[in-house]
């Protein structure tokens, strides 16, 4: 036995009608379209529903049959070459046909729903250049912005939970008055105190799709600044959205998942407890969160990843593919701020000279 998967699960490749081709699926349309004829077909709809799964269904799942970090090994159904890959999907690395895994047979989860790419290659490329344009001091030859090689689409995958959360806590709520004092010189001046009472309540709130990523491979910081997500735009999980994209696996467990979503609704709840309490101030020493009708779900979101190269050096930028949002990190122009900080000394030094010379 080796590291890769003996028995490879049956691969999908979705073939043109027209030429025989194998299509991709066509960003911002619910079609399929060949990238040698350029014909378009439409992706018949699955009769199923988007659900959120109770749990307690967690528990009864068998082991993932193939854990992240496993190769998998593709057949191209174009050149019968075998691609090695750890992805739901991929390209083939000789003649770029989309290849796309039966995710059943290999996950312990399978994606519930995918929100499909609404930006394409071209208009993230459009996007990128004025998220480059609209930076102050970003270089002239961001004009001329090199892109590497490493322009692709990608699934990532993420979790959403639903909760109803029922919260007991202790705190204290705090009133303030104003006493008349003296100071020191015996002049009367209004002092605010405050006055803490100690209280205690419930508090409940339903949360709809806390999200959090499914892989460890983007920092979760860099991925929450491409929130927000269009969520209600996802469809039922369907190979076909996959086709031409590489999508990453989940490496972080659904129950490790759901920690994440409470602690960032915990900070929610907090704020539910310090309205409850009212007053002036608030405190509270301590929650209590029952959490109920527990659901989650798998879900698959589109990041176009680009590398631009600029004075020698490679940087990194993603783009929300549903909202067009771009975050990475900019390059500012040394030679442009040297410039502009040597002006302003040059500057000085002639009004400088001008005055003393006015003086003599
Ligand atoms: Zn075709
Ligand atoms: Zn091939």
New binding site residues.
């Given amino acids: 036995m080796t590291d890769q998967d003996v028995a490879p699960a049956p691969d999908r490749a979705f073939q043109c009608e027209a030429c025989g081709g194998v299509s991709e699926y066509a960003p911002g349309t619910y079609a399929l379209r060949c990238p040698y004829c350029k014909h378009e077909q439409d992706i018949t709809p699955i009769p199923r529903q988007v659900t959120e799964h109770p749990i307690g269904e967690l528990a009864v799942l068998p082991r993932r049959a193939s854990p992240p970090g496993r190769v998998k090994v593709y057949t ?6 075998v ?1 090695e890959s750890d992805t739901l999907s991929d390209k ?6 989309p ?1 796309v895994a039966d995710a059943s047979g290999t996950e312990r989860v399978v994606p519930e729903a995918v929100l499909p790419f609404g930006v394409g290659r071209e208009q993230a490329r459009d996007a990128l250049a004025e998220w480059t344009r609209s930076r102050w001091f970003a270089p002239n030859e961001l004009k001329s912005v090199t892109e590497a090689e490493t322009f692709r689409g990608s699934y990532l995958p993420h979790w959403t939970y639903d909760a109803q959360t029922t919260t007991q806590y202790t705190g204290e709520r705090g009133e303030h008055y104003w006493v008349e004092e003296e100071d020191s010189e015996g002049r009367s001046r209004q002092v605010r105190h405050t006055r803490w009472h100690h209280t205690s309540g419930t508090v409940g709130r339903f949360f709809d799709d806390v999200l959090v990523p499914g892989s460890g491979q983007v920092p979760v910081k860099e991925l929450d600044k491409l929130a927000p997500w269009p969520l209600e735009e996802t469809v039922p999980y369907q190979e076909e959205y996959l086709a031409g994209f590489r999508t990453v696996r989940y490496d972080v467990e659904p129950e490790a998942g759901l920690e994440s979503a409470k602690a960032r609704m915990a900070p929610v709840i907090r704020a539910d407890c310090k309205r409850d309490i009212g007053g002036d101030e608030q405190r509270v020493h301590s929650m209590s969160t029952l959490y109920s009708g527990l659901t989650y779900k798998l879900v698959l979101l589109p990041v176009w990843f680009l590398t631009y190269l600029h004075a020698g050096k490679a940087w990194p930028v993603m783009v929300n593919a549903c909202t067009g949002e771009v975050i990475g990190e900019r390059p500012y122009s040394a030679v442009k701020i040297t410039l502009t900080s040597v002006g302003g000394a040059l500057l000085i030094a002639l009004v400088v000279l001008l005055v003393v010379m006015l003086r003599n």
């Fill in positions: 191209c159904p174009g050149c019968h070459a691609t083939c690395q000789f003649c770029a046909t290849l």
